[in-house]
């Protein structure tokens, strides 16, 4: 009850804020994934059936969600002022890149990263929820703002991406009836389901061909890597693994995956997905990043082989201790 109480007064904060303002800022993290994406396309969209003016604002661009209505709003740099920043689906304010600079603290962080910071004016941080997009489900009536067709279609996207097709371990009846709602208000879940988890360019899955050769296994772990030979040999043009990471989780005998890219300014970047009982956020946060127990991420300094011997063995020392 007290934590319904306290939930209802900074709804309240937030749903003043929200009426007082006409000029908004929106973004979240570098790299962004479907609960990034959705998440600031959903609340940007809603903002803007008020009649806001809304900036929605990603570094890298959200051009592989073409798919998701609003897509051709989100711009790669901000202009002018504004009267309320929000930061969606981001767990610190480094990893917004330079979106931000100039504009000193987000006004309002809405995350479920249980490794947030905490670093917003007002943060609705719920790390109990499956992607931020739940949250913004559960919460947009309380800040003034409805659901049409093009937000349930984003907010849906951003919950089957984040729980990679309802697989996650805390997916339950309450995520899947917040989900049937959404496609009752017009969201296409056999769309979204083949564009973010089936469908796969050519030049993507040529990409998966060489980390797949390079697959290698340890126990409880198994690992790959990909480099920036292997993009520029295939013409991929992102600096993603192309959710090869998704892959190597399906590896029965393995508890955690992880799959490292390289990248052009001597770093790496990992990804880990893991099985219930191995907790990764906290290995990932001990290399700067971070995430959740099923999956998390990083952004290493370093070359390949040096990141990814430190890594595993990092990784490979969690895996004993959970025995």
């Known amino acids: 009850m007290q934590k319904k109480m306290m939930n209802s007064q900074i709804d309240q904060e937030i749903a003043a804020k929200i009426l007082a303002s006409q000029r908004f800022l929106i973004t979240s993290h570098i790299r962004p994934d479907a609960d990034a994406v959705g998440s600031l396309l959903g609340l940007g969209l809603a903002l803007m059936k008020l009649g806001k003016s809304v900036q929605m604002v990603l570094e890298d661009g959200a ?61 609705v941080v719920e790390p109990e929820q499956v992607a931020t997009g739940a949250i913004l489900f559960d919460r947009l009536p309380a800040w003034g703002l409805s659901f049409d067709s093009d937000v349930a279609m984003c907010l849906l996207a951003a919950i089957v991406g984040d729980t990679i097709g309802f697989r996650t371990p805390n997916v339950d009846a309450e995520v899947l009836r917040k989900c049937a709602t959404l496609i009752d208000l017009g969201g296409d879940l056999t769309h979204v389901y083949n564009e973010e988890l089936v469908m796969r360019p050519f030049t993507a899955v040529h990409y998966w061909g060489f980390g797949l050769q390079r697959l290698e296994r340890q126990g409880d772990l198994v690992w790959s890597s990909l480099t920036l030979a292997d993009r520029k040999e295939t013409g991929y043009d992102q600096d993603d693994d192309a959710n090869l990471v998704n892959v190597l989780s399906s590896v029965r005998e393995a508890k955690i995956a992880i799959i490292f890219v390289e990248q052009p300014d001597q770093s790496v970047k990992i990804s ?36 990814q011997h430190r890594v595993i063995q990092k990784t490979l020392e969690l895996l004993e201790d959970i025995k």
């Open 272 to 307: 880990w997905r893991s099985r219930p009982g191995a907790d990764v956020s906290g290995i990932a946060t001990q290399f700067g990043g971070g995430g959740h127990a099923a999956a998390a991420g990083a952004d290493v300094a370093g070359t390949l082989e040096d990141v």
């Open 63 to 123: 051009d592989k969600y073409d798919y998701l209505p609003g897509q051709e709003h989100v711009i790669r740099a901000p202009s002018g002022e504004v009267d309320m920043v929000i930061i969606v689906d981001c767990s610190e304010l480094d990893r917004v890149g330079n979106v931000l600079d100039g504009y000193g603290q987000p006004d309002l962080v809405v995350d479920h990263h249980k490794t947030n910071l905490s670093f917003g004016a007002i943060n």
